[in-house]
C-alpha cells in the first residue's frame, strides 16, 4: 500500500487561508469516507483535527475544515495562526481493511 | 483522561526479535480497537497493525506482515506487538493508539524508540 499523496510543504501568512490536498485511488479514499487528518509538533505524538472526511472533534477550532472529492481529499486552515505551523499528515481506510497514511505536509506560518 | 503508555523500546540486532506493550487507561478498553503507528527519524507515519476490541481481528501493513504479531489481554488493559526478523527499516518511534468510531484514532500514546543496529 503506498502513501498517498500529500504536497512537501505549504505556506501562508497569518491570516490566509491554505489547502492542503491528500490523493489516493478508489481502493482507499474514493472508496470509503474515512479520511482523517492529523496534526503533529516535532517531538510529539500527532493529534486528530479532522475525522470521516470533514467533521471536528470536540476542541477542534473551526478554523480547520475537510472535504473530499473523488480520490482527493483537502484540509483548509481558515485565518492561519502562527500556532498552525506543523506537520499535517492525512490518513483513509482502505479496501484490505488496513489504513494508509499521507506522505505528510509542513506547514510553514510566514 | 485517555492514557495510551507504551513501552519495551531500546536497541536490538537485526534479526532479533522485541515485544512492545501498550498501557491503556481511562475508556472501556475492551471496546475499542487498537492500532500501532510507526515514525522513522525524520520521516512520516507509517500505519502497522490494528486488533479489533475483542481480538478476533488482526490486520497488518504490508511491510511487517509475517514477522509481527498484535495481541491484547483485556484483563489487563495492555496491547501488545510481537516484532520478529527486525530489519534496519524497523527503526521508529512506534505509537499505541486508540480507534475511534470512524476508522480513525483518536488517541495516541507518546511513543516509545526501536533501533535497530549491530
Known amino acids: 500500500q503506498s502513501a498517498l499523496t500529500q504536497p512537501a510543504s505549504v505556506s501562508g501568512s497569518p491570516g490566509q487561508s491554505i489547502t492542503i490536498s491528500c490523493t489516493g485511488t478508489?481502493?482507499?479514499?474514493?472508496?470509503?469516507?474515512?479520511v482523517s487528518w492529523y496534526q503533529q509538533y516535532p517531538g510529539k505524538a500527532p493529534k486528530l483535527m479532522i475525522f470521516?472526511?470533514?467533521n471536528r472533534p470536540s476542541g477542534v477550532s473551526r478554523r480547520f475544515s475537510g472535504s473530499k472529492s473523488d480520490n482527493t481529499a483537502s484540509l483548509t486552515i481558515s485565518g492561519l495562526q502562527a500556532e498552525d505551523e506543523a506537520d499535517y499528515y492525512c490518513?483513509?481506510?482502505?479496501?484490505?481493511?488496513?489504513?494508509?497514511f499521507g506522505s505528510g505536509t509542513k506547514v510553514t506560518v510566514l | 483522561q485517555v492514557q495510551l503508555v507504551e513501552s519495551g523500546g531500546g536497541v536490538v540486532q537485526p534479526g532479533k526479535s522485541l515485544r512492545l506493550s501498550c498501557a491503556a487507561s481511562?475508556?472501556?478498553?475492551?471496546?475499542?480497537?487498537v492500532h500501532w503507528v510507526r515514525q522513522a527519524p525524520g520521516k512520516g507515519l507509517e500505519w502497522v497493525a490494528f486488533?479489533?476490541?475483542?481480538?478476533?481481528?488482526?490486520y497488518y501493513a504490508d511491510s511487517v506482515k509475517g514477522r509481527f504479531t498484535i495481541s491484547r489481554d483485556n484483563s489487563k488493559n495492555t496491547v501488545y506487538v510481537q516484532m520478529s526478523s527486525l530489519k534496519t527499516e524497523d527503526a521508529a518511534v512506534y505509537y499505541c493508539?486508540?480507534?475511534?468510531?470512524?476508522?480513525?484514532?483518536?488517541?495516541w500514546g507518546q511513543g516509545t524508540l526501536v533501533t535497530v543496529s549491530s
Open positions: 478508489s481502493s482507499d479514499i474514493g472508496g470509503y469516507n474515512f
Open positions: 493508539a486508540k480507534d475511534g468510531s470512524y476508522h480513525d484514532i483518536d488517541y
Open positions: 481511562g475508556f472501556p478498553f475492551g471496546n475499542y480497537g
Open positions: 490518513s483513509s481506510y482502505t479496501i484490505s481493511s488496513t489504513y494508509v
Open positions: 486488533i479489533s476490541f475483542d481480538g478476533n481481528n488482526k
Open positions: 470521516e472526511v470533514s
